[in-house]
């Protein structure tokens, strides 16, 4: 048996908000024949950015994220405006959350955030010699704490739960693997 796409019978906005848009979609499975409702988070694609210094370090930041009422420790990240590529939102995250500039910008990937009900992308940079260039950028909803982590230090700061973040996991989960590969390449 395999596993085929759903007829969508019907599509309509609901709601639009600044970083996503609500539809229901009316869609019919190929299996059952039976008709469903499915409510989609349309949003722009998203970026974030893993900053690596010269001095391998980490720049990271604290915030606090309304959805859990807590502060998180992450890398910087955000939403693709319009007009922008995704390199080109990294370039602008990074600055505007951090105050840092990248000497290299390289794409290591992307993922689905939760494609059951979103319909984005979230792309992963590695920026790397990245030097403090500036003041932080922060909007208006943004209360945003800079840190250098010395790079041998993430996979402790996953292991005991100081890194909770999704996407900020399968982002060093993405640089681990090309670390890993690189790695292996150089020694052989």
Request: with cysteine.
């Amino acid at each position: 048996m395999s596993v085929e796409r759903w007829e969508v019978i019907s599509s309509k906005r609901d709601q639009s908000y600044r970083v996503f848009s609500l539809r229901t979609d009316r869609a019919r499975s190929p299996r059952t024949g039976q008709e469903h409702n499915f409510f989609i988070l349309e949003s722009s694609p998203w970026v974030n950015v893993i900053p690596i210094t010269a001095q391998k370090e980490v720049v990271m930041v604290k915030q606090y994220r309304h959805g859990i009422g807590e502060t998180t420790l992450e890398i910087p990240g955000g939403l693709v405006e319009k007009n922008d590529t995704p390199e080109e939102a990294a370039r602008r995250e990074l600055y505007e959350e951090t105050g840092y500039r990248e000497s290299r910008m390289a794409l290591l990937g992307s993922v689905h955030p939760n494609p059951a009900i979103q319909s984005n992308q979230c792309y992963t940079f590695l920026a790397t010699d990245v030097y403090h260039a500036g003041r932080q950028q922060q909007d208006e909803k943004e209360d945003i704490e800079v840190f250098l982590h010395p790079l041998p230090e993430i996979p402790r700061l996953i292991r005991d739960g100081t890194i909770t973040h999704a996407l900020v996991l399968a982002a060093f989960y993405r640089f681990y693997m090309e670390y890993e590969q690189d790695h292996l390449r150089s020694s052989a």
